[in-house]
Every structure is written in C-alpha cells, then in structure tokens.
C-alpha cells in the first residue's frame, strides 16, 4: 500500500515539551504499561505561562483585574494548584467542582460560581465560602436574598443577556437587569452587587470590546445607586490555534469526502487555525478603540476604577496535555488502512459534536524494529473498541509513517482543552483514562505521576 500523492497532512502546533515526552522511549513506555490502557498526558508549568500571559495583559494594561479557570474545561486537578499557587481563580458551575476547587487549595472569594439555575446545595456553598455567585434570573436571585444572613453578604454578578444574542437561554434582559438592581438597592445588607458579567459564542475581539465598554457605563450608573459595582467578567471564548495558518487555509482548500473514511462528510470544523489568540485576543480586546471615542476599551476600565474578571477555559489548557492511545489491531482497506485502538472515541470529545479533532495523531514508536514490517508511509483512519459503527476518533485518513501494530501508541495532541472530559463515557463497562501528569525534577528530568487529586473532590 503506497501512501497518495501530496496527503493533507495536519501536523500540530507543538510545545517542546510535547517532543520531548514522545521522543522519552523510556518514559512514555513506563506511562502505558502503568495505564494499561488509554491515558492523558497533563503539563500544569505549561498552564502556568498561559496563565501569566493573561495576567501580564491586564498588568501591562494598567487594568485591575483577575483570571478565572474555566474548570469544566478540564477535571485535573493539577491546573486548581496552579491556580491557588498564583492567586488566580476558578470558574465553577456545579457543587463538586466548586469542592474540588476548596480541596486543591482555591480561596472560596477566588471562586466564581456560574451557570444556570443552580442547585440549592451549590448556592448554600458558594454563599458560605463567599464565592462570587453570577445570577442568571430573577428568581435565583430571589433564592440567593433568602440564604443570605449573619456578617456576611452574598456576592453576585448579574449575568447580562446580549443583545446580538437575544435567543439565548442564559442571562437577565434589560428589564430584568432594571428589577434585579433595584431589589440589590433594597437589600444592602444581605447583596453586594459587585458587577455584570456576559458570555458570548465565537471568537470576535470587537463585540466583546463594545460590550464591555457598555457595561462599563451600566456599572457607573449602579454606583449611583448606592451598589458597589466595582467588576465586568467578559467570560471566556479565547481562541486557540491547534495548527498553523499555511496548513489549515490548505486543508479548507483541498480537502474533500475522499479524504474520510467510508466518505464521511462535516458540515463544520473548530477553527484550528485563529488570530489573534489566547492572551493576544485579550490586549486586542482592551485596544479595541471605544465607540464613544474616549480612548480605548482597556482605557475605560482604568479610568473607571473598573476591575477586569475573565474565565478562559481552552486557552489557559492551550498546549498542556495531550491523549495516548494504544494500538489494538490493524487492517487493510483498499488504499488505506483501519486502526482499531483501546479506548473510546468519547475521550475525544469533539468527534461527539458532529465533526472531527483534526490535528494528526502520532504513531510511536515512528519505526519498527520487526524486520518484517513493510516500509513506506501509509493513510489511515482511527476507530475505539466499542461495537459502534460510528465510534471513530479519527474519521479523516491520516499519514502515518508505517503501518501500527498492536501496542504501538497513538498520540493526540493539545487534548486538554474540553477534548478529555466533555464527553467521556465508560460505555461496555471501560474505565475512563487516567490523567497522568508531567513533572520535570530538580536537574529538569521528566517524572509522572497520577493526578492525585482526581477528577472528583
């Protein structure tokens, strides 16, 4: 089987760490025979330079401000560490992710609770630890007025429903906003009212900017209703880029439904190539130039004493993990070949959203020691070990080097980013991989070890 002409090779942005684990015979090979199956890989110094390029942003913009960890991104408990380490946030949406959190050492006031009608045990929680709770409507915040007493007052955002996005079931409309400012107004001793925050779908820098600057001249009028109104979250939403701009412009071009198995057609992909990303998006949004024309948006919150809170998920995990298959059959078909690996494709998430995790997989070891093995490069797709016709983790026939063989590894890359977890399932009773987690010693020597704190608190 030779390999076709020109194939639409999709080769990763990757950290040198990355290359260094899969390049570690030893170390890797020590990770699967311990896992014993599929395992992540997770690299938490790599989340901590993400982390001080969001924070160095704000600084450099001479902007209060503080970054929240979207956890839903990712169950590790590696990145809370880091986060606790550094004084950053976390972004928590249920009662056991905002446990964890507590567990891993994350101060309840750096704890922003967010989400939809919370449960009652989240809400007594977050008001018992002094998170800060963004309210969604109306009656929630009702409930929240209810649990609050003694010393302490609740802390809330109220969670703004955008105007370019009227549809959405999240967030208060004008007129909600109106109501719920006036019962915080008649009830200063049990609410802090400490701002507004917005999500928005997609990856523009400009209606974030306009938003916020919005938002900003809401929070001004609060003050004068006597209402702390001190803070604007813009939420997350920080684009990434998993390959470079050449490649993807070249794969949007090219490809087409021979280049699937079984001709399997998507009406949509992830943006795997953005600018800008990551903490870049977030200077271009405080540059972005204020409609008022008062100077830029990062301006604005300056000069308005407002502080800055944001939630990036993805682009603080940009780069931090990767996702380790191993190889448990192969066979031929036509011009191209089937592996079959251990595992699910639900560890991937995003093959579950009608559509495909593009970047190419790497076969290790790259060469074979068998003798025997036919040389020459090859096509392949990639299906779990379930009896689903459709549990692929990779639809698209991708260059490998040679042909696998049972117990060879496929690695995923840049799997940190909702890629793990959003999807996992121990569907024909298989255990869910286990998060392994990357270290480097004193004389910079790679070790592993298991995520102790777990996905759950």
Request: glycine residues 10%; charged residues 20%; negative net charge.
């Amino acid at each position: 089987m030779e390999l076709a002409q020109n194939p639409l090779s999709l080769g990763a942005i990757e950290p040198s760490w990355f290359r260094r684990v899969i390049t570690d015979r030893s170390l890797l090979a020590d990770m699967a025979h311990a896992a014993g199956g599929p395992f992540h890989v997770v690299f938490a110094p790599r989340f901590a330079r993400n982390l001080r390029a969001f924070t160095d942003v704000i600084a450099s913009a001479g902007v209060a401000g503080q970054v929240f960890f979207a956890k839903k991104a990712n169950k590790a408990g590696c990145w809370l560490r880091v986060c606790a380490q550094a004084g950053a946030g976390v972004d928590a949406a249920s009662a056991p992710e905002l446990v964890h959190a507590l567990g891993c050492g994350v101060r309840g006031r750096d704890i922003v609770v967010t989400g939809p009608a919370k449960s009652e045990h989240l809400l007594w929680l977050a008001v018992r630890h002094g998170c800060l709770i963004a309210v969604d409507a109306l009656d929630e915040l009702d409930r929240l007025l209810a649990l609050a007493g003694g010393d302490e007052r609740v802390r809330i955002l109220l969670r703004v429903l955008p105007d370019i996005n009227p549809h959405s079931r999240f967030g208060l409309d004008s007129d909600e906003l109106d109501a719920a400012l006036q019962r915080c107004v008649q009830q200063p001793s049990r609410v802090s009212m400490e701002g507004f925050s917005f999500h928005l779908n997609g990856y523009e820098v400009k209606p974030r900017a306009q938003l916020a600057a919005q938002l900003i001249d809401r929070l001004v009028h609060a003050r004068a209703l006597g209402l702390a109104a001190t803070s604007i979250s813009i939420g997350g939403g920080f684009a990434v880029s998993y390959l470079d701009a050449e490649t993807w412009a070249r794969f949007l071009r090219e490809s087409n439904e021979t280049d699937f198995h079984a001709g399997k057609t998507f009406t949509h992909f992830y943006p795997y190539h953005q600018a800008p990303t990551g903490a870049d998006m977030l200077a271009a949004i405080l540059a972005h130039e204020d409609v008022c024309g008062e100077g830029t948006v990062g301006d604005k919150f300056a000069r308005t004493g407002t502080k800055l809170l944001l939630e990036p998920g993805r682009a603080l995990l940009d780069g931090a993990g990767c996702t380790v298959f191993p190889v448990q059959g192969f066979k031929r078909r036509g011009d191209y070949g089937i592996v079959t690996v251990a595992g699910l494709s639900m560890s991937l998430s995003e093959q579950w959203k009608s559509s495909e995790f593009l970047p190419d997989p790497t076969l290790w070891p790259e060469m074979s020691s068998d003798d025997h093995e036919p040389t020459g490069a090859l096509r392949c797709c990639v299906g779990g070990a379930s009896c689903l016709e459709y549990d692929m983790l990779t639809w698209r026939k991708v260059a490998l080097p040679r042909a696998p063989r049972h117990g060879d590894l496929l690695i995923y890359p840049n799997t940190a980013g909702y890629q793990m977890d959003k999807n996992e399932s121990e569907f024909h009773g298989l255990p869910l991989p286990p998060k392994l987690e990357v270290t480097l010693d004193d004389q910079g020597r790679f070790r592993w070890r298991h995520d102790n704190s777990g996905d759950r608190p």
